[in-house]
């Protein structure tokens, strides 16, 4: 479960660094830079829409302290 946490995390931030450089290069000129920050968001919502998943069958629980 860790695993598939951390790659999609991964995955986000690769997403924002790529649009950073896509809006830093093109300048603006091409929808690159949309087209990775449509990936992070839709990423972003599928990583927390499978956390949810995940709890309601309970493959994860919350930690009490």
């Not at 660094?17 to 992070?40: I, K, P």
Request: hydrophobic share 60%; proline share 2%; charged share 10%.
């Amino acid at each position: 479960m860790r695993l598939i946490i951390v790659i999609a995390f991964i995955g986000i931030l690769f997403s924002l660094g790529s649009a950073l450089v896509f809006l830093v290069r093109d300048r603006g000129a091409t929808s690159r830079t949309v087209n990775a920050l449509t990936v992070r968001v839709g990423l972003s919502v599928a990583l927390f829409l499978f956390i949810l998943f995940s709890y309601w069958m309970g493959w994860i629980e919350p930690r009490s302290y």
